[in-house]
């Protein structure tokens, strides 16, 4: 099986998990689940057109919906895309929802005013530069591109030892993906072990900053920051306002970032 089909069965087993792991019954309830350090750095996006890549199983992409976007979610999973149908049709969002990889996105997708994607996406492309092309394909002149992801520093440590904090992975992109198929827990349910192997690759923040500037677009904005959206490491805790920190690295290690961009 090739590493991106492998990784497609992975996300369509782990959608339903999910389904139930996540926080759906605020969001249910009309209650947005964007963060304010994203709503900080892109919004406002009320009465915009808005195209979520990789969007799971839409939670996001609804909550995005709820704060005033014309939200359009694509995702290479057919269970990630059906979960996020069924999501906006009990929310009555008129949200569309589309099934395709995003480095080969159907033609007559159009120009939106913002592309937005976050929380745990770039380790599933296999070709940066593909990526980036698709991203500036897809934005209105002038339109916004957004990113809130994990930190390729944070990607180099081990994952599996609570007690140890070693590097364990490279920072610097190899053309071979990592394969992971051990019997770790799923980081939204800890008590679900994934049957599917996955296949990851590491992008470095030059790869990534490098392929929207080869692609067109101008950086207006870069952050960094010490706190993650998930628990990304055993000795990960979670503070009161439901980020994840190593406490006593706390200011030392970049866990997180976010970029805005401009066609």
């Known amino acids: 099986m090739q590493p991106e089909d492998a990784n497609r069965t992975h996300w369509d087993e782990i959608a339903p998990v999910h389904l139930r792991a996540y926080r759906i019954e605020p969001l249910l309830a009309g209650v947005s689940l964007i963060d304010e350090v994203q709503k ?3 919004y406002p996006i009320a009465g915009k057109t808005l ?15 709820l704060d005033g976007a014309k939200v359009t979610g694509v995702d290479f999973s057919p269970q990630s895309i059906h979960i996020a149908r069924e999501l906006a049709r009990k929310m009555d969002i008129p949200a569309q929802f589309i099934e395709a990889n ?3 996105l159907p033609e007559g ?7 937005y994607t976050s929380q745990g996406v770039l380790c599933w492309i296999s070709d940066i530069q593909r990526w980036a092309q698709a991203v500036a394909r897809h934005l209105k002149p002038g339109g916004v591109f957004y990113i809130f992801e994990t930190h390729p520093a944070l990607m180099m440590f081990d994952d599996n030892q ?3 904090f ?18 770790y827990p799923d980081y939204a349910d800890s008590s679900y072990i994934p049957q599917t192997a996955t296949y990851e690759w590491q992008w470095s923040l030059s790869d990534i900053v490098n392929a929207l500037i080869g692609s067109g677009l101008t950086i207006e904005l870069l952050n960094e920051h ?25 200011g030392m290690i970049p866990m997180a970032f976010s970029l805005r961009a401009r066609k």
């Open 162 to 164: 609570a007690d140890v």
């Open 166 to 183: 070693q590097i364990k992975y490279p920072y610097f992109h190899r053309p071979e993906p990592l394969h992971f198929d051990d019997e």
């Open 40 to 42: 900080s750095e892109f």
């Open 226 to 250: 010490d706190k993650c959206f998930y628990k990304a490491l055993p000795a990960m805790t979670r503070t009161p306002d439901g980020w994840w920190i190593l406490e006593g690295f706390e």
């Open 51 to 65: 195209l979520h890549l990789q969007c799971h199983i839409g939670t996001d992409t609804l909550s995005l919906a």
């Open 109 to 115: 997708l159009g120009e939106y005013d913002i592309v």
């Open 102 to 104: 995003v480095l080969e």
